[in-house]
């Protein structure tokens, strides 16, 4: 098992910059996978960013060149770097591990870009 907390959400306007920070519950070294997922309202969970163990990173063409995932194997912690934030990009943010074949989620942590 796996506990994912997300911290870091908030209020900000367009133009504005966030940082959403994961913390695992156990270590990260061996997870091939970590990533940002979120829900805005109305819509299905979609992919935001993706990081592999040795750093590759996938980004979804909306967030592409605003958004940086980054990851910390030695402190278990996976952060997602929001610059340039639009209205389009409130939602909740999901942090995710895919560890032996089984999918973990955190609890979601709301993002709201809002003049």
């Known amino acids: 098992q796996v506990q994912l907390v997300e911290s870091g959400g908030g209020s900000v306007q367009p133009g504005g910059s966030l940082r959403l920070s994961c913390a695992a519950s156990?270590?990260?070294?061996?997870?091939?996978?970590m990533g940002w997922y979120r829900r805005a309202p109305g819509k299905q969970r979609e992919l935001v960013a993706t990081?592999?163990?040795?750093?590759?990173?996938n980004y979804a063409d909306p967030v592409k060149g605003r958004f940086t995932v980054s990851r910390d194997n030695a402190n278990n912690m996976v952060y997602l770097q929001m610059n340039s934030l639009e209205p389009e990009d409130t939602a909740v943010y999901y942090c995710?591990?895919?560890?032996?074949?089984?999918?973990?989620w955190g609890q979601g942590a709301q993002v709201t870009v809002s003049s």
């Open positions: 156990i270590s990260i070294v061996s997870i091939r996978n």
């Open positions: 990081i592999t163990r040795g750093g590759s990173t």
């Open positions: 995710n591990a895919d560890v032996d074949l089984l999918r973990f």
